[in-house]
């Protein structure tokens, strides 16, 4: 098991960009939380088996439509186990 810590920035909040990722989240199978930060920049806390948290990763990484990831910063580790969903926060 492997967890994501994930902040990605350009076109990512007032772009439905949560939702989206909730939906790959949802669709991969992975847990975890996505949220908007005050710097204009998108936290994303994801665990789930190693080869899920890796087509995950990509796949958030989105510039299609109004959506534009310009920069992320990734980092992986040991999953924790705290997480039995993926979530929207606020």
């Given at each position: 098991?492997?967890?994501?810590?994930?902040?990605?920035r350009?076109?990512?909040?007032?772009?439905?960009?949560?939702?989206?990722?909730?939906?790959?989240?949802d669709?991969?199978?992975?847990?975890?939380?996505?949220?908007?930060?005050?710097?204009?920049?998108?936290?994303?806390?994801?665990?789930?088996?190693?080869?899920?948290?890796?087509?995950?990763?990509?796949?958030?990484?989105?510039?299609?439509?109004?959506?534009?990831?310009?920069?992320?910063?990734?980092?992986?580790?040991?999953?924790?186990?705290?997480?039995?969903?993926?979530?929207?926060?606020?």
């Amino acid at each position: 098991m492997k967890r994501l810590e994930m902040n990605v920035r350009g076109r990512v909040q007032g772009v439905f960009y949560r939702d989206t990722v909730c939906g790959i989240a949802d669709e991969i199978g992975v847990v975890g939380y996505v949220k908007n930060l005050p710097d204009g920049s998108v936290e994303i806390v994801a665990e789930g088996e190693n080869a899920l948290i890796d087509e995950f990763a990509e796949r958030v990484q989105i510039k299609k439509c109004q959506i534009s990831v310009n920069e992320s910063d990734i980092r992986f580790s040991k999953a924790t186990g705290e997480f039995s969903k993926f979530e929207l926060k606020w």
